[in-house]
């Protein structure tokens, strides 16, 4: 980073600090009590500060590293400035500590998007700068740095692996892999992610020496890829696994993640499954329809760049191109609608949230609506891959295959599930032009806004309760 970039990263991130700060102190006058998860989270962190840590409520679903590291750090700091009483792991106390967080998926962000895309010569220092300011308040995620959520530190642990696998560091990937997992334990999908990543980096250069031995030119990354195309990769990825020596040295290359994935699986058969309470409230199934309202979800909050005339225009000219594989593919989808669409009871129920709005003000409109909707989660599919046809077709393939595990079993229509697939999704597309991420960052700053508006002026109460209810994502 040199030495002007570095002044202006640190002049924007002080200012990114300072107004979080400004909205955490508005958050906490107003809310001073615990909301909605807080109810399970702080009571459970206030037994850890007291030492009591063989006590655990059983309607938390995610492992203690949240908890841990906020005692970690609220401890020797409230010994240092001598603090003692309520104010040790108070609510605002606990609060705080997500504002860190946030601070740092800034930091990691900028440093993951320069790596990424350190050979760009298009993208400017500017660019890259202005894209983590953007992607740092991203509204979904930025919303619940105010609240004590796991979703910033998981956010964090889970970037900064990302960050040194990157950098070839594995041992220390798979050790913050394992902080990831302690905060949330379907981020062992993004562990693996990391391993993927590397063995795509292998799988790319073995197809590109063989190509060369053919003296064949490239394989086609995009959805219209030809069928004979497809059987030579197939093939050739069959052949790669199936040699001794490759998987060898797959495995020297990822130890630290296989090691990782070998002691989850250990956990999930100890522990009767990933959800570490709660569980029936929390029962995995095959919710296919969880991957196109990703697609519309990712389309919806990069619209700025991934929208424009000519794209619709190169839309319907793949369709022309591909008619039998679109027409195959909307049969699909229009059937995975049709058999695999499930409603968790608490989407129907609690109108806190943006998703009950969503569902009852779309989806319930009409019985036939979610098969109305297939034709644009075809565009919201397409406009997803072709953003990322600059990535190797073995990069797709391993983001896919994380992109389904980490969506598809959730019953639950719930945007924070979408938070890391959609920051991997945005970190590794061609970083978008000046113009388009000042819009970007002024959609999220206004959907910001007035989430910030309507959870903070915009209480209601239910019949059957006196406590004040808002409105949140």
């Known amino acids: 980073m040199e030495k002007a970039e570095w002044y202006i990263f640190s002049f924007l991130s002080c200012t990114y600090f300072l107004i979080s700060c400004f909205l955490f102190s508005k958050f ?11 109810i399970f989270h702080v ?4 037994k850890y500060c007291e030492g009591r840590f063989n006590e655990w409520d059983p309607m938390i679903t995610t492992l203690p590293g949240l908890y841990l590291v906020s005692v970690g750090i609220v401890k020797p700091s409230v010994w240092l400035v001598g603090w003692s009483g309520k104010v040790v792991c108070s609510i605002g106390m606990l609060r705080f500590i997500n504002l860190l967080f946030s601070s740092g998926n800034l930091y990691l962000i900028y440093l993951i998007l320069c790596k990424l895309h350190q050979t760009d010569k298009t993208a400017s220092t500017s660019q890259r700068i202005l ?19 796991t979703d910033a530190g998981s956010t964090f642990f889970t970037l900064f692996a990302y960050l040194m696998c990157l950098y070839g560091s594995h041992k220390i990937s798979g050790l913050l892999g394992f902080c990831a997992i302690m905060f949330r334990q379907t981020n062992i999908i993004w ?49 790669y696994i199936l040699s ?14 296989v090691m990782l994935l070998g002691g989850f699986l250990v956990f ?12 029936s409230s929390h029962e995995a199934c095959l919710n296919f329809p969880q991957l196109f309202y990703f697609f519309s979800f990712t389309l919806a909050f990069s619209i700025s760049h991934s929208l424009s005339y000519q794209k619709i225009v190169n839309f319907i000219q793949s369709m022309k191109k591909n008619p039998i594989f679109f027409l195959s593919l909307t049969a699909l989808s229009l059937f995975l609608v049709w058999k695999f669409t499930y409603v968790h009871k608490y989407l129907l129920a609690d109108n806190r949230h943006y998703p009950f709005y969503v569902w009852k003000k779309i989806f319930q409109k009409h019985k036939l609506v979610p098969y109305i909707l297939v034709p644009g989660y075809m565009f919201a599919a397409w406009s997803f891959a072709d953003s990322l046809k600059s990535k190797s077709l073995f ?27 959609y920051l991997i999704y945005r970190l590794n597309i061609q970083v978008p ?33 006196k406590e004040v209810q808002r409105f949140m994502w």
Do not use: H
Not at 131 to 149: E, G, K, M, N
Not at 244 to 257: F, H
């Open 244 to 257: 001794t020596s490759n998987v060898k040295s797959l495995i020297s290359l990822t130890w630290p993640y």
């Open 191 to 239: 562990v693996v992610f990391c391993a993927g990543v590397l063995i795509a980096q292998k799988l790319t250069e073995a197809w590109k020496t063989k190509l060369t031995k053919k003296r064949e030119d490239k394989v086609s990354t995009s959805t219209g890829a030809s069928i004979t195309e497809i059987k030579k990769v197939t093939q050739f990825m069959v052949e």
């Open 131 to 149: 894209s983590a300011l953007a992607l740092s308040s991203f509204p979904v995620l930025y919303f619940f740095t105010f609240l004590y959520y």
């Open 43 to 46: 009571p459970q962190v206030q």
């Open 28 to 38: 906490t006058r107003e809310q001073r009590e615990p909301y909605m998860d807080e």
């Open 268 to 279: 999930i058969v100890f522990n009767g499954g990933i959800v570490v309470g709660d569980r």
């Open 395 to 421: 990069w797709n393939l391993m983001f896919c295959v994380c992109l389904v595990a980490a969506t598809v079993p959730q019953k639950l229509l719930e945007f924070r599930y979408y938070i890391l697939p």
């Open 433 to 465: 032009s000046m113009f388009r991420l000042v819009l970007e960052l002024c959609l999220y700053t206004t959907v910001n806004a007035l989430t910030f508006y309507l959870f903070l002026n915009r209480t209601f109460l239910w019949p059957d309760s």
